[in-house]
């Protein structure tokens, strides 16, 4: 390429960049929101929380599709698969709950620490490094949605095993991403003040990096295989993020109701305990079937059955804080999803999760739609809920923290919002469950797990009504969806109060 030609691209390269930076700006100016009001950690921060929003969008968007394919199995046949659809979805949910949690920790990690995030170029470099594979890996899997599975597939296309389908690069990408966050919080933390949550959130962190790894190597034994399989499944999204959750709501709790840092972290403590006590050898509940020793009966079902101790701590603390501060506070919606959150958490993952986890009941349930069902409410109420409470934390703290309560203009927003997505997720809970005990009762219990009872089971009338249940209650969530989103751009725009400062003890 010529001298010419390359200064010619690098024009256009810097216009474009021009375009992008004044449309940035233009949005700003047209929503009201005044970076000035934040420090570079929570610019970084908002980075993070924009992908977040723009991922939770996508994830609803196909699950609708796929609920869909499930009704009307010739829907955009041939044009874009059931399998990639729903394998989309669960991803989109899987890294829009990552960006959220990444995004809650670096806004919070400077009022923690008292000082100024440490790496803080290394972690904007990891940000676009995180989102340009995550494009990339989407654009691959709705690209290339048949072929043979070889090993250049599994480096560079899909690995092929559910719920963790990145190809090889991105795994390793993805583990990169970690170790740099994992830098940035430890060396501001000792650059700057520890602090029980502090220590909590670093050892977290090592564990967050580290139990992503167990996915990355392949065993030719299928037991050995899925057994390590599973402590990714389990103890990365499940453990390590409850713990993130923990740390999370620990800080939102002392900054919405000033509630004593001795207390929430003696709390924290107990439910890390609790979590990964219980949650370590509660992980086989997983082992039931898939060859593993029989003792793995005994140790699942007995340790599954304690992993909803914390969650009610949770509930407790979270309810009992917020009722001994008569619920004063300036930031309302924040408050209601944090509630929904400890509400949604227990049921979601503690009764809906321990309902099917006993052996007894988990051979006629496991691999049904009451899985499903308990993914839904689950994930829903125990990490969706909790990153929507802190984007309006944040969204506050951008508008010059002004007053946000049940009686502002268009305060039925965040309220209907709140309502559809609950009631949403909720209903395709239902829904699901329903569907699920069907097949327990005519696939497993009746027909003994054939090829017979499986498709006995999927024609039942109760079945089919149930999936077209489901798919209208993604509808409401979906508009629950766009009420929300409508109403993360707006809320506090022409609101001039000053919200009540709230100093925790």
């Not at 723009?54 to 394919?69: D, E, P, R």
């Not at 599994?154 to 963790?164: A, M, Q």
């Not at 520890?194 to 992503?212: C, E, N």
Request: aromatic fraction near 16%.
């Amino acid at each position: 390429m010529s001298t010419n030609g390359l200064e010619g691209v690098m024009q256009s390269g810097n216009h474009a960049c021009a375009k992008i930076r004044a449309r940035w700006t233009e949005f700003s100016q047209w929503v009201n929101l005044d970076s000035n009001n934040l420090s570079d950690g929570q610019k970084l921060a908002v980075k993070y929380f924009t992908v977040a929003v723009i991922l939770f969008f996508a994830q609803i968007v196909f699950g609708m599709l796929a609920a869909t394919q499930f009704i009307y199995p010739s829907f955009l046949y041939e044009i874009l698969d059931f399998n990639v659809n729903r394998m989309v979805h669960i991803n989109a949910m899987v890294i829009w709950m990552l960006y959220g949690f990444i995004g809650c920790v670096y806004w919070l990690l400077e009022d923690e620490s008292k000082t100024e995030i440490v790496g803080l170029k290394l972690g904007n470099i990891a940000f676009w490094v995180l989102t340009g594979a995550v494009t990339l890996v989407v654009l691959v899997y709705l690209l290339v949605q048949i072929g043979p599975g070889k090993t250049s597939s599994l480096w560079l296309i899909n690995e092929g095993r559910e719920y963790i389908e990145a190809p090889r690069w991105a795994d390793i990408g993805i583990v990169v991403v970690m170790l740099i966050f994992f830098y940035n919080v430890v060396a501001t933390f000792s650059k700057g003040q520890w602090s029980g949550i502090a220590g909590v959130l670093t050892l977290d962190l090592v564990a967050l990096a580290g139990l992503y790894v167990a996915g990355m190597f392949y065993m030719t034994n299928i037991t050995h295989d899925q057994y390590w399989w599973w402590w990714v499944i389990h103890l990365w999204v499940e453990a390590t993020w409850e713990v993130l959750v923990g740390v999370i709501m620990a800080w939102s709790l002392m900054k919405l109701l000033g509630v004593k840092r001795k207390i929430v972290q003696t709390w924290l403590y107990i439910e890390v305990a609790l979590m990964f006590g219980s949650g370590i050898l509660g992980l086989g509940h997983h082992y039931f079937w898939i060859g593993t020793p029989e003792y793995w009966l005994t140790i699942g079902g007995f340790f599954s059955a304690l992993e909803p101790i914390p969650l009610v701590a949770m509930v407790v603390h979270a309810v009992y804080d917020s009722g001994s501060h008569a619920f004063k506070n300036g930031n309302h919606p924040a408050l209601a999803w944090i509630i929904a959150h400890a509400f949604g958490n227990f049921f979601g993952a503690g009764v809906w999760g321990f309902m099917h986890t006993l052996p007894q009941i988990n051979l006629y349930t496991h691999g049904t739609q009451w899985s499903a069902s308990h993914g839904h409410l689950a994930f829903f109420g125990a990490y969706a809920t909790i990153n929507i409470a802190f984007f309006y934390l944040a969204i506050q703290h951008w508008r010059g923290n002004v007053w946000m309560s049940g009686q502002s203009e268009n305060a039925w927003r965040w309220k209907w919002a709140l309502g559809l997505l609950n009631v949403g997720v909720v209903g395709m809970t239902i829904a699901l469950l329903i569907a699920g005990y069907e097949q327990s009762f005519i696939e497993r219990a009746v027909e003994g797990s054939t090829w017979a009872g499986y498709f006995s089971a999927q024609n039942h009338p109760s079945f089919q009504s149930a999936m077209i249940w489901r798919w209208f209650f993604g509808l409401v969530t979906f508009a629950g969806l766009i009420l929300l989103i409508w109403d993360l751009l707006t809320i506090g725009k022409t609101e001039t109060r000053k919200a009540q400062e709230i100093i925790s003890e």
